[in-house]
């Protein structure tokens, strides 16, 4: 009996310590975070999968600079042909009395702000000719500058009063002021006007900003009010009975730039300017920029298939090109003299399990 019952009781112990232990493997299971088996969750689906052997690395790197450096060449010619004048007048239209407090003249409203420049034109300009204004050290891209506009406001009627993200130029004492905000209360009021040999240059200003900014972002029904009425005046005024979608300076001015020197389309000089002419430009000069360490110029310019003149796009290209070329030739150097023998791609590891299935 003893021999028995003690057989019984080892064989008893062995089921339980047996139960016991699927038990816990089950719950192990339950308690796993290893997600189910799948060729998409352990990245075995089909996939383009290229060994960079020498050839393929010193072809690409060859087919790049071939293809980079004449897209360079042409590029910088192209940019090479556009005709520019630039102007800084800021300091030379502040007379000589005023040259150690500029700030002091452009603030009075007693001081002559006409200004007369000349320009030559080094070469033939064809027309159109681009007339910008460029602002440096001026930074639309602040953070509050940017913020303080009200885009709905601009788009419609509706939404006259809504100026709570416009401050501190959102409200008088007589209601809303459209448009609200800082971006438009510093509106770029410096003025220029063109002639040659006493024969007056007509400046088309239609048609400079985007169509996409007067058909979606500036209302035909919104009209400035109780614009630049406060006591501190920002920049330029705007004409009451035109709607902001018409008044395409707003427009070109509240696009804000990304960088602190930027240029604006101010107009356009609808012909020729003949080679070694001599340009009047009689100047406004309104615009503060005197008191934060800004600078004005006046540029005039035509264009090319890639825009104005923009040399860093054609060199861009250029030094790619170039510095592939190098790489390319610098392989093939290092192969020729000092080749290493290529590991065989039968071992990798999806050549030795290609059915994507688990070892």
């Known amino acids: 009996m003893e021999m028995d019952t003690n057989g019984a009781t080892t064989s008893s112990a062995a089921g339980g310590a047996s139960a016991s232990s699927s038990d816990s493997s089950s719950a192990a299971k339950k308690n796993s975070k290893k997600p189910k088996y799948s060729r998409f969750t352990q990245q075995e689906l089909p996939a383009c999968k290229p060994i960079l052997t020498p050839g393929l690395v010193i072809t690409t790197f060859t087919i790049i600079g071939i293809i980079f450096i004449p897209i360079g060449l042409v590029s910088l010619s192209a940019s090479e042909h556009v005709v520019e004048i630039v102007d800084r007048y800021d300091d030379g239209c502040v007379p000589p009395n005023y040259s150690n407090d500029k700030l002091a003249y452009i603030q009075s409203s007693g001081t002559n702000k006409s200004c007369t420049r000349t320009l030559s034109v080094p070469k033939l300009m064809k027309s159109p000719v681009f007339i910008y204004y460029e602002l440096d050290n001026f930074y639309q891209n602040h953070r509050r500058y940017v913020k303080s506009r009200s885009d709905k406001q601009l ?57 996409s900014d007067k058909e979606h972002k500036f209302g035909s029904d919104v009209y400035p009010k109780n614009f630049q009425t406060g006591g501190l005046i920002g920049g330029a005024k705007l004409n009451s009975t035109i709607p902001l979608s018409e008044q395409e300076d707003l427009i070109v001015w509240m696009r804000t730039a990304a960088l602190p020197t930027f240029r604006k389309l101010y107009g356009r000089i609808e012909e020729d300017l003949q080679a070694n002419e001599q340009i009047t430009v009689v100047i406004q000069n309104n615009y503060n920029t005197y008191s934060f360490g800004g600078k004005k110029k006046l540029v005039l310019s035509t264009t090319s298939w890639i825009g104005g003149k923009n040399d860093f796009l054609g060199i861009a290209y250029i030094t790619v090109g170039g510095l592939c070329l190098f790489l390319a030739v610098s392989f093939i150097l290092l192969y020729v003299i000092k080749p290493r023998p290529l590991g065989d791609p039968s071992y990798l590891s999806w050549n030795r399990n290609p059915a994507g299935n688990p070892n």
């Open 155 to 211: 788009r419609s009627k509706a939404y006259e009063g809504d100026t709570k993200s416009c401050d501190p130029e959102g409200v008088t004492v007589d209601g809303p002021i459209v448009p609200c905000g800082l971006i438009a209360w510093s509106l770029f009021n410096d003025t220029y006007g063109f002639s040659v040999k006493s024969k007056k240059l007509e400046v088309n200003k239609k048609n400079i900003a985007w169509d």
